[in-house]
């Protein structure tokens, strides 16, 4: 049972380009979750989606950010227009279900770097 | 509480002792939660997890205190080892979004 992949591992974007993350769940796991990281700082929430539904979007930035979670294929966390503030490492989460009791398994993320 | 950008406190401890790390968390109303460990250049790691019902939960090496009546969760490693080496993250779970700590940087001295 692979864990959660995540694509590309690495990826350099230069400023005004636009970058796509991709996160395929564990098999089972229905709900997804997005954090972003900067070097040495902790998690931040961005957004949580379940199949064809974003159900949270509250820590995503409002303009240039959007995620979705189709009901065939990968999460994709979608970044248009990308600035150097943009580098960080965007971790991807899933879980069976929500709610109390529920662990959420991590990928290896992705690190973006803005050129 | 949810990380606010602040830079990672570092704790660092002989190799062979034991090893504490605190969390404060943010909403009372969390019933669930997890302590993480992360190492450099990987996603982060489940340790162990404890409930609000509960305010002390052992795994091996491994214990999770929790005081609800002041919002406080802590992480404390046994004989700790050169491969404890990570940063640590508690989180908190009320209702669907997990939400993390600032994370703490555990260095172990050989």
């Known amino acids: 049972n ?24 564990m098999k089972g ?40 979670f189709p009901k065939e294929g990968p999460s994709i966390l979608r970044i248009q227009q990308v600035v150097r503030g943009d580098s960080a490492a965007y971790f991807c989460a899933s879980s069976k279900q929500t709610g109390s009791d529920t662990e959420a398994f991590f990928g290896q993320g992705t690190r973006l770097t803005v050129v | 509480g949810e990380s606010v950008g602040l830079h990672l406190p570092t704790l660092s401890v002989q190799e062979g002792d034991n090893s ?11 019933d669930y939660f997890i302590w993480y460990k992360q190492e450099s250049g990987k996603g982060p790691q489940f340790i162990i997890d404890i409930r609000s019902n509960m305010d002390k939960r052992q795994g091996q090496r491994v214990t ?38 600032a994370g703490t940087r555990l260095f172990v001295k050989a």
């Open chain 2, 64 to 101: 999770v205190l929790l005081n609800k009546t002041v919002k406080h969760l802590s992480l404390q490693i046994a004989a700790t080892q050169p491969g404890d080496s990570a940063v640590y993250f508690c989180a908190e779970t009320g209702g669907f979004k997990t939400i993390f700590g």
């Open chain 1, 2 to 25: 692979a864990g959660v992949m995540q694509n590309p591992r690495h990826l350099v974007r230069r400023r005004g380009q636009e970058a796509r993350l991709r996160c395929s769940p």
């Open chain 1, 29 to 68: 796991h229905s709900h997804v979750y997005w954090y972003r990281q900067l070097p040495e700082e902790g998690l931040k929430f961005m957004v949580y989606l379940q199949k064809e539904n974003i159900i949270d979007e509250s820590g995503m930035p409002k303009e240039r950010f959007s995620a979705e």
């Open chain 2, 20 to 30: 504490i790390i605190n969390c404060a968390y943010s909403n009372s109303a969390s």
